[in-house]
């Protein structure tokens, strides 16, 4: 080949869930790997009906070129939503981006230098790994316990250029931060001058009572914070947001012109149109309903399947059960033999960013059936026992 990679290029992997979901696509395969929303869960007639309104009130505008910063409406609104959870911003905090992972990726491109430390939990999102990784940083994995991580182990992470953290329903774990903790962890950020960024995109997605408000809440000015709209309408719209704090808005705004322009302003006009005069205060409802039911089923299921030694916590919303096997079982290797038998899950190991815990795997309940959950669950005890 008579190209020359960067060395930027060579730290870029294929994502392990990715490269699951293809596997999974064999007719016959019950799949708990994918963190994909259920399509049941799509607003398919509101997204038409504001289709057919965005292109007959301002079709020349929404099928334009459009403003980096984002659609100034949706900017509005994203800025007083976050001001009904505690976090006060305004509308020229608010950068409209390709999905939250593209977030991610700005972040890691104005922040991180080669070599600087990028302070994660453990287990993090494998997409924030990846989406660092290129910029060349020191990831420096947090010790923590079901809560999150303990504030005295931030000191781990001085001189680091953020934390990045997934209060709510983290993926892979499920777990959501107390109030306490967030004060504690946002109290001591601030003591070392630690920045957090802060990635949102399960918060709405609570079952049985709505979280605590973000960190960002806590330590105005330290914080950066990302929301999503693929999780509460859908992810093929690849509409998300950062909330910047004034002074590196300008950097973030300036990579994303790099990056794409903008994101597409037909997208963006579309999805104002629909939330604008409240629908998914009646719609995120109907999810939470449909979520809650699978999350009872795979509970259910884990009880009554899997054998002593495993280990999990029920999570209280979100996607994510985050499982322990016992001792000295790899699900990495596990997982072939589990293919064959008839479902998938992801290995833990890839949510880590040092010292994995190769006994661990993450299941999704939300885009399978519950007489599917209880087949593949199944599927996975069958597959432990023949190979203990």
């Not at 999974?24 to 007639?45: C, M, N, Q, R, Y």
């Not at 060349?136 to 680091?160: T, Y």
């Amino acid at each position: 080949m008579s190209f020359t990679l960067a060395r930027r290029a060579e730290r870029m992997n294929p994502s392990v869930i990715r490269e699951i979901l293809k596997v999974t696509e064999k007719p016959g395969i019950v799949s708990l790997a994918g963190g994909l929303p259920s399509p049941e869960s799509f607003p398919v007639e509101a997204m038409r009906a504001a289709c057919e309104r965005v292109l007959r009130d301002t079709p020349k505008e929404a099928l334009q070129y459009a403003a980096s910063e984002g659609f100034g409406p949706l900017r509005e609104w994203v800025a007083a939503e976050m001001g009904a959870h505690g976090l006060a911003a305004e509308a020229s905090q608010v950068l409209i981006t390709t999905g939250s992972q593209q977030g991610l990726d700005l972040v890691g491109k104005v922040l991180i230098d080669a070599g600087s430390g990028v302070a994660v939990e453990r287990p993090t999102y494998l997409g924030a790994l990846q989406a660092f990784a290129p910029y060349e940083p020191e990831v420096i994995s947090v010790d923590g316990d079901d809560d999150g991580p303990l504030p005295e182990a931030l000191d781990a992470a001085r001189g680091a250029r953020f934390l990045y953290l997934l209060p709510n329903f983290q993926n892979p774990s499920g777990r959501c931060m107390g109030a306490a903790r967030r004060l504690a962890l946002a109290e001591r950020a601030l003591e070392i001058g630690l920045p957090i960024v802060e990635d949102n995109p399960y918060g709405e997605l609570w079952f049985d009572a709505a979280p605590p408000p973000p960190l960002a809440a806590r330590a105005p000015g330290n914080g950066i914070y990302l929301g999503s709209f693929s999780k509460v309408l859908a992810p093929g719209l690849r509409l998300g947001y950062v909330v910047a704090p004034k002074a590196i808005f300008p950097k973030l705004l300036q990579a994303k012109q790099a990056a794409d322009l903008h994101t597409p302003g037909f997208n963006q006009r579309v999805v104002h149109e629909v939330i604008r005069d409240g629908f998914l205060r009646e719609h995120v409802p109907t999810v939470r309903a449909r979520y809650k039911a699978q999350r009872d089923a795979m509970r259910a299921a884990l009880e009554h399947h899997l054998p002593s030694g495993c280990r999990w916590k029920t999570p209280a919303g979100g996607m994510f059960f985050w499982v322990e096997l016992p001792e000295g079982v790899d699900a990495t290797a596990l997982l072939p033999k589990a293919v064959a038998q008839g479902m998938a899950y992801v290995p833990g190991a890839a949510f880590f960013a040092d010292h994995a815990k190769a006994n661990t795997l993450r299941l999704s309940f939300v885009t399978v059936p519950p007489a599917d959950i209880e087949r593949g669950i199944a599927l996975l005890a069958k597959t432990l026992k023949e190979n203990a």
